[in-house]
């Protein structure tokens, strides 16, 4: 998240999300949701720290801050993978994350990896997406 942004609790169908307050509409648009619902906001310097449960798997994953986090598109959140990027990898050393070593010399992911093993990084992003 970027500390600088608001952002939105956001009910989208039947789901409630975390979205940079101003791509709330651009985001319901381009999942064709049409009614949406503004539960609550906050600045995303608020939420640092906190937990939220990872999309795949089974554990949480701490809300950490960087100024990479933009509202030029998307979310106004991104994953962060400390050991693939600069941004990554700079942020990652400020809070302490550990290289998940997921991908191996070859550009795929480890045999260890759900859903994603033996796939190549590029390979894998329709994956990821649908999932």
């Known amino acids: 998240m970027n500390a600088d942004l ?52 089974d554990f949480t994953v701490p809300v950490i801050l960087g100024d990479h986090v933009t509202t030029d598109g998307g979310t106004g959140l991104v994953h962060t993978a400390p050991d693939h990027g600069l941004d990554d990898f700079i942020v990652g050393k400020q809070y302490d994350l550990p290289m998940a070593g997921l991908v191996s010399n070859d550009g795929k992911f480890i045999s260890t990896t759900e859903f994603f093993a033996g796939k190549g990084v590029f390979e894998a992003n329709p994956l990821v997406i649908e999932k």
């Open 6 to 57: 608001e952002y939105n609790l956001v009910q989208l169908g039947d789901e409630r999300v975390i979205l940079a307050a101003e791509l709330v509409e651009s985001v319901a648009k381009a999942v064709g949701i049409e009614h949406i619902e503004i539960l609550g906001s906050v600045k995303g310097a608020d939420l640092e720290l906190s937990r939220f449960h990872h999309p795949f798997y």
